[in-house]
């Protein structure tokens, strides 16, 4: 199976190549700043566009729906583990010592498998492997998130856990093995059908009433298959389906 590492920057170019371009030159600004290097994370602000902060906006206006609510975050499609890292600071933020508030991710780390006939679209044919992550990088990705935690109180106890394969099957092995779990919000971004569909069906019983369930591309020509997977589970006449006004690909809905 061939592995992509690059389809969401191939995705953006689509959209525009100038501003993708530009969007580069960010990046070469960063990687050639003048800042001494101990001072470059303090002004790292410098560098990151109105797309960037419009996810932690969005992230943000998720979690700050779950203040009061008690429960665990979970995650259905990490790749580098971004919202992660932003779940865990806004932990830090509003819940200092919600240590209850765990944050549980599921990926194959693979990239997409099998495709469904519902994830085709007229835009961009998909295939196994796109948005795959390098090798090893699960190792990485829980070296940052271990010293995100360094830096928050209660830094002795493990908040994070990184399931890794197949979510379809490993949802239900965690939930079997975490009969605890109270799930406050589940953000959902496979990008496809089949995952998005089965994981969904297997943590309602694990919802909290107040719930957020977020999806990551939802209403979006390239990815039918969040939408379909939904419709089929829950229902779009059944709930109200949150616009935020900072991401336009994205969307949530309170389950009630």
């Not at 902060?53 to 729906?65: A, D, G, P, T, W």
């Not at 992660?84 to 600071?89: A, D, G």
């Not at 194959?108 to 492997?129: R, Y």
Request: aromatic residues 12%; glycine residues 6%.
């Amino acid at each position: 199976m061939e592995r992509n590492t690059i389809s969401d920057a191939e995705f953006l170019k689509g959209y525009s190549s100038t501003d993708f371009d530009k969007r580069l030159s960010f990046r070469d600004l960063l990687l050639n700043a003048p800042i001494p290097k101990e001072e470059l994370m303090n002004n790292i602000s410098l560098f990151v566009d109105r797309r960037n902060i419009s996810r932690i906006l969005f992230i943000n206006e998720m979690y700050q729906k779950i203040i009061g609510i008690h429960g665990s975050i979970i995650e259905f499609g990490t790749r580098y583990g971004t919202n992660l890292s932003l779940f865990t600071s806004l932990r830090g933020i509003y819940e200092p010592f919600n240590h209850n508030r765990k944050l549980i991710a599921f990926d194959t780390f693979n990239g997409f498998p099998e495709l469904d006939k519902k994830d085709d679209n007229a835009n961009i044919k998909w295939k196994e492997g796109d948005f795959a992550v390098p090798e090893n990088y699960p190792d990485y990705l829980t070296q940052v998130l271990k010293l995100h935690e360094s830096i928050s109180p209660l830094p002795e106890i493990k908040k994070f856990e990184l399931v890794i394969g197949d979510a379809t099957i490993n949802i239900s092995k965690y939930l079997q093995a975490h009969k605890e779990t109270i799930i406050a919000l589940a953000y959902f971004d496979f990008d496809i059908y089949k995952p998005t569909a089965e994981c969904l069906k297997k943590i309602i019983p694990y919802l909290t009433k107040g719930a957020v369930i977020g999806f990551d591309e939802i209403n979006v020509l390239e990815c039918p298959g969040e939408a379909e997977a939904l419709r089929e589970v829950l229902g779009t006449k059944n709930y109200r389906i949150q616009h935020s006004i900072f991401r336009a690909n994205a969307g949530y809905l309170i389950f009630e």
